[in-house]
């Protein structure tokens, strides 16, 4: 295990916590429960990854820890506080602690250009002027390779690229709290191991406050996690489950977690 594995695993402060939590729909049906009794601490600097089928929950799951999508039953606390008891000023803080990358196109808005959509956390919650936020852009734009598309409209984009510039949006705050919706769905593998890097990359440099970065990534299968997370978690039948650690997920001989090892080289 890596230094940064290792501190992870020793830390005993939680980021997030859910409590006998009942997953929602985040669109859809909001009264259909697709995950039921959520048991789930989240410490800062974990990395996890969440495995499961198409259509399990799992974006879902992300949604809810992230404080997007309101259990329907259970306790969810986020950086200490109860979301239940929460006031809105409480909420206005922790969002910007936490960033999102949502899967495929990265929900960016079509009618604003590639640096606008990655401007735009940045005029909302920093009282920053017009240089400085052209001078995190472009930070931002070079850190995820995305300098030569800055003025593209997203259609013009493929959705991988559209996902990088999700990713750079998510990182115009400080975040200590990262979560990925199945960020390698249909990528090639290059793109994979661009991500890969990427995230290894971020979490060896990356500190708010002295604490590492925690990440939070949902995948179909656990091709190439591995190597970079430190907890591994499956949604099954309805159910949350934790798996442990990269060695403990390694050695399994378990059918159902095998199964999201099947595509591991």
């Not at 005993?12 to 909001?30: C, S």
């Not at 959509?117 to 930070?139: G, R, S, T």
């Not at 960020?183 to 440099?205: I, K, Y």
Request: charged share 25%; proline share 3%; aromatic share 8%.
């Amino acid at each position: 295990m890596n230094d940064i594995a290792a501190q992870a695993v020793k830390s005993d402060a939680v980021a997030i916590e859910l409590a006998g939590v009942a997953v929602t729909h985040y669109e859809g049906a909001p009264n259909e429960v697709l995950i039921r009794d959520v048991n789930w601490r989240i410490g800062f600097g974990d990395f996890w990854v969440v495995g499961g089928r198409r259509s399990c929950g799992k974006s879902s799951l992300l949604l809810t820890a992230a404080g997007m999508n309101r259990p329907a039953d259970g306790t969810l606390r986020i950086l200490g506080q109860d979301l239940a008891s929460a006031r809105e000023k409480d909420q206005m803080a922790w969002r910007r602690r936490i960033g999102f990358v949502f899967e495929l196109s990265g929900r960016l808005f079509s009618h604003l250009t590639v640096a606008q959509n990655i401007a735009l956390p940045l005029q909302y919650h920093h009282a920053m002027d017009e240089a400085e936020v052209a001078a995190k852009v472009d930070e931002l734009l070079a850190l995820t390779e995305l300098h030569s598309f800055a003025q593209y409209m997203p259609s013009r984009l493929s959705l991988e690229a559209q996902q990088r510039v999700g990713l750079a949006r998510a990182l115009t705050v400080p975040v200590e709290v990262l979560f990925l919706d199945s960020p390698l769905t249909t990528l090639a593998w290059r793109e994979t191991l661009w991500w890969l890097d990427f995230l290894r990359r971020l979490r060896e440099t990356h500190r708010v406050n002295g604490k590492l970065l925690t990440v939070v990534a949902s995948a179909d299968d656990f091709r190439g996690w591995l190597d970079v997370a430190t907890h591994f978690a499956i949604v099954e039948g309805g159910r949350f489950r934790a798996l442990g650690g990269q060695e403990q997920v390694a050695a399994t001989v378990e059918p159902a977690v095998r199964e999201f090892l099947a595509n591991e080289s």
